[in-house]
């Protein structure tokens, strides 16, 4: 693991330098502007800053306006372009399934002699608190409820299920599973690769426009390269302000429920406090921005973790255990015998506009938010990631988190249909109150609910500043020419500007506005990530051909002459690692 963080995410010297990293002149930031503490690239970073307030000043002041703009964009999207999303993401399962099974699964980040940074525990305790923390935290137990109530059109045809019946809990998990599993992970994943594998395997610039180097080259560093990172940015900002919106919403009705069951007391709930709590968080996101990745992100990411397996755990012993595992076990059954149905389920062939209405509201909205979300995401994870192979990076980041991911909607979302089968009113709560009371509603069916509600609103709140932090720092990468390594106080700044975006769009359009940023920045985007799989392709191929060429193996034949090195083969052909110790093969 990496001593400080100078030394993170530092490029492969020696023979990945020599033999792989293109023959250019130019380095990640050789033309940013340095000064006042800053050092930022001279286009993407004034052109974001303009844009964005653009946007942020005219949803402010267009008003109602501006909400109507917000729902005809939206209802458009899905209309128009929701079979695009749908294929799209299936493209981005088949493509990194591909590139982990392949030959190319073999190929390690940063190189042969690259290592790992982070133990695999802080790698995934990162890269799952980047993810979806916050969203899972908002919708586990209300997105089951709403399809526990109102059948997904999927399974909703002749013999299906009853709402509000125990035969309506599968397809309600069923479904959730679906928005939360595979899919949105594949995103990351090829996000990730594409951005660690240009970074550092080619020593590129750790920006999107470095992906792209097969079909541009030197055009990277001009105007092409300007408009693939500005629309980064924008779907990095707006994805990770809608993630920000939920969270802080969840926060203010946390607060008030512990008020209201230790202190028979109120907190207010609505824009102008969480606004303030926007403030407050925002504030303790600088402070761990300040820390570093070492002593803010990962700490507070282990945290995360270990808050998470806390309640996961007091959910399964003090809730409904046998009901919660059967409802894995089941659920996960009906998610995986319908997984092809429907991933590529469009409604087309569905009666009335329920089924269309369905998938612009949750299924296309995940993945437009999804897809928003992966440059933030995705950079993070690459950040992170040097020195572990292609295959163990596309497995750790699609099976793991998904897997997680179902245990925790089981458990949270089985115990609210167990509650709600047994009589409770948590459908009545979320109908009048929306979706934010629907965890603490479920927990208070339960021992210590008022303890458990501190530690979930303790948790939205970490998640949250982690959240902020790593955006940061990824918007931090993009708007300073790619480089690893930048001035503390530009992170504080953009932790700042999210805070400040994400308090103002509440203020002038809601959730709405918000929900209607992420899904179209994540339009444009998604063709960029559909663009992306083939210039991943290529990157890879090239990697593989350098492995096999003769040059390399006279160069790793030079090494084990001049010193005490350990090399390991795959298939006592092509070299996937040098280090000290005894040569191996892996066959």
């Known amino acids: 693991m990496a001593d400080s963080e100078e030394t ?80 799209a993401a299936n493209v981005f399962i088949v493509t990194v399934l591909y590139f982990a099974v392949s030959k190319y699964g073999q190929i390690r980040i940063g190189g042969v002699e690259a290592e790992t940074e982070f133990s695999t525990f802080s790698w995934m305790a990162m890269l799952f608190s980047a993810g979806m923390g916050i969203g899972l935290m908002f ?8 399809f526990f109530d109102d059948i997904p059109p999927f399974f909703a045809g002749a013999g299906s299920a009853q709402a509000n019946t125990a035969a309506a809990a599968g397809p309600a998990l069923a479904q959730t599973f679906f928005h939360w599993g595979i899919h949105p992970w594949a995103v990351y994943a090829l996000v990730g690769l594409g951005l660690a594998f240009f970074s550092f395997n080619r020593g590129l610039p750790l920006t999107f426009r470095s992906i792209f180097w097969p079909l541009l080259g030197e055009r990277i560093y001009g105007w092409p390269g300007h408009v693939i990172d500005l629309v980064t940015v924008f779907a990095t900002l707006f994805g990770l302000s809608t993630s920000l919106g939920l969270g802080v919403a969840q926060v203010n009705t946390g607060l008030d429920v512990v008020a209201g069951q230790l202190f028979g007391a109120s907190v207010p709930v609505g824009t102008w406090p969480q606004v303030a709590l926007i403030a407050g968080i925002t504030l303790v996101a600088t402070a761990s921005v300040a820390a570093g990745l070492e002593g803010g992100v990962k700490r507070l990411s282990t945290l995360n973790l270990y808050l998470m397996f806390a309640m996961l755990g007091f959910l399964l012993v003090v809730g409904p255990t046998i009901y919660i595992l059967d409802a894995l076990v089941g659920g996960l059954g009906t998610y995986l015998v319908n997984l092809p149905g429907l991933s590529l389920f469009t409604a087309a062939f569905a009666a009335g506009e329920g089924a269309k209405e369905f998938l612009g509201s949750w299924t296309i909205f995940y993945w437009g938010w999804w897809i928003s979300w992966s440059p933030f995401v995705g950079m ?37 249909l167990s509650a709600q089968l047994g009589g409770a009113g948590i459908l009545a709560a979320l109908s009048n109150q929306g979706q934010t009371i629907a965890m603490f509603s479920m927990l208070s069916q339960y021992p210590l609910g008022a303890l458990s509600s501190i530690i979930a609103t303790v948790l939205v709140i970490t998640f949250f500043v982690t959240s902020s932090d790593s955006g940061s720092l990824v918007v931090d990468h993009l708007t300073s020419g790619g480089k690893h390594d930048v001035p503390k106080i530009q992170r504080v700044f953009w932790a700042l500007t999210e805070g400040g975006v994400a308090a103002l769009l509440l203020l002038g359009g809601g959730l709405d506005a918000l929900q209607t940023a992420a899904v179209s920045t994540g339009l444009p985007f998604a063709v960029i990530l559909l663009v992306m799989c083939y210039t991943v392709y290529l990157g890879l191929r090239n990697e593989y051909d350098i492995l096999e060429s003769e040059e390399f193996a006279d160069h790793i034949e030079e090494i084990t002459d001049r010193e005490e090195v350990a090399v390991t083969s795959s298939g006592g052909d092509v070299v996937t690692d040098i280090s000290e110790g005894e040569t191996t093969s892996d066959d």
């Open 8 to 87: 993170t995410g530092e490029m492969s010297e020696g023979l990945q330098v020599e033999l792989f990293h293109p023959d250019s002149d130019r380095e990640p930031g050789d033309t940013n502007y340095q000064g006042f503490g800053f050092d930022i690239h001279p286009v993407v970073f004034p052109v974001a800053l303009a844009l964005i307030a653009l946007f942020v000043a005219a949803t402010i002041l267009l008003g109602d306006q501006a909400a109507t703009v917000y729902t005809n964009v939206f209802n458009a999207i899905n209309k128009y372009f929701g079979w695009f999303y749908i294929l």
């Open 139 to 146: 919708f586990s137990v209300a997105e089951p409820m709403y």
């Open 380 to 416: 993070f994870i690459a950040r992170i990631s040097k020195g572990r192979t292609i295959r163990e990076f596309v497995f750790g980041v699609l099976v793991l988190p998904s897997l997680f991911s179902f245990v925790w909607l089981a458990t949270f979302g089985g115990s609210a």
